[in-house]
């Protein structure tokens, strides 16, 4: 395979990158930097079938060029920041909407057939059936976030029939690991790291949310890309559990060994269009042989590691 | 009402503004005349509560200062398209989810907290379900126009949840009456003028469609609009019958007198993305007290004797 892999230096991408080097795939790497560390793909630059380019999806011409000889599209970039969509609407549509139709515009140059895509749960909205299979009613969409991945899955699926590729829609629940940058183990930790009496909780601490271990979400996207073979292939991929943010808390101070004063903002939702409860049914990976290995508990400790062993991801960064 | 008009100059969006202008709200009509018509406003533009103005969707500023005022937007314009978004990706991206995003826009800078939206039947692609309801499964796009479509409705939806607004979307059948100058009666009337001896048909006939009159459409938008109270409020708007094209065309060919030879290009779909089957379960609308007055016979027969008295709306014009 000779991938390509749009933020390639970001948390996910670049356990992907990883794990293609390993298999021995070709990998070129296009990514922005705007949140992608090139420290990630330290080892990978270290491989001669690794190439990495600099580059914006919002610049067309570049990404074209980029694509040229990549025969499978790992289309991960993204702004993933479901929590500050209203702060800037314009930017879920530029960097999901807009990006999405520019890699499926290169792929169409270049003659690229296949994509797999990280959409995510949030394009469920408050799903009424919970754990939430992928063909549930039509969801309202809740955050401008969800309604940018949704529009990304129906461009990809529209390319699919209009001009014969091939798509693989991976709906996340949130992402645990190594090099994970965001999300809520980040901000405790940090906070604690502040901190170590205090913590300040977004919610009543009741949100209940699913999570998944990066290794085992690549080991879900490796099957399904390579069993999976309608010319759309949607597939929820999470953990069979979930949990409270309140549990979250215990796991995260436990490990710490700290018993810091919880206060709660309060509210049902911990943010405009959050949703208080994402749980998704994961059966039809499942019936692919896929199952996740570490538990949310487990991915929680192994996020927390890696960020005692790497406090410089902490430190707010120059602009590039 | 203080309506603003989107594609006010256009088939729905011209007899909307008649309508409301009937009713004596204040209308400003938006359009970029690229496939609206002066002459559909003849009669609106003699009312002192009427105003145009040319602008294009993807001019935020001019949207913006032309929005002042207005306390309540349909949202009508569009690549309305479905064929041909093959030939041009970009314009159901630009025409469609990027112009009603600036349209959200600059209702949130005017602080204007009303939309309705005329969606589209499409967004089911190829619904497992017929008659398809509203809270189908969710569905997987098979046309770059269904696609946008259902990008408007995450984006309005969003918009609503996010920014206070109130959101009806209208998920339409083909619309047919006076006015109507694209789509399957149009092109059969046309070709027939041309040569009544033989008709060529895409696909084999046999595609299933519902299609409602322009005006029982619009009963159906003010019967919402004033009865549905949700922050999102969906509806289908069709007839509760459907016909084949085969019959369409014996509808048409009896009101003209004409007896051509039918020729088919074959196949199930008449394109790329084609439907075979569109019939949508109105009941949710239906429950409000809204049923179309006249059926799709009718409708089609209405929309001939319109062709046949504006015979003008059938020449090329010349680009503006």
Known sequence: MKAFVTGGAGFIGSNLVDRLLSLNHDVVVYDNLSTGRLEFLEE?????????????LLDPDTL????????????LSANADVRFGTDHPEKDLQQNTIATFNVLEAMRANSVQKIAFSSTGSIYGEAPVIPTPEDCALPVQTSLYGASKLACEGLISAYCEGFGMQGWIFR????????????HVFDFYKKLRDNPNELFILGDG???????????????????????????????LGT????QVTQSVGFITRHLGLQPELKFAG??????GDNPFIFLDCSK??????????????GIIKTLKWLQENAWVLEKRESL
């Open 44 to 56: 990978a630059s270290t491989h001669g079938q690794f190439r990495f380019i600099q580059g914006d």
């Open 64 to 75: 074209r060029k980029a694509m040229e000889g990549s025969n499978f599209v790992f289309h």
């Open 172 to 183: 996340f629940v949130s992402i645990l690991g190594e090099r994970y940058t965001h999300g």
């Open 206 to 236: 009741h949100q209940k949310k699913s999570y998944l271990y990066v290794q085992d979400c690549l080991d879900a996207i490796l099957t399904a890309t390579e069993k999976a073979q309608e010319a759309v292939n949607i597939f929820n």
């Open 240 to 243: 069979d559990e979930y949990i």
């Open 267 to 272: 509210g049902e939702r911990g943010w405009i």
């Open 285 to 298: 990976i499942r019936r692919l042989g896929s199952s996740p290995r570490f538990t949310i508990e487990k």
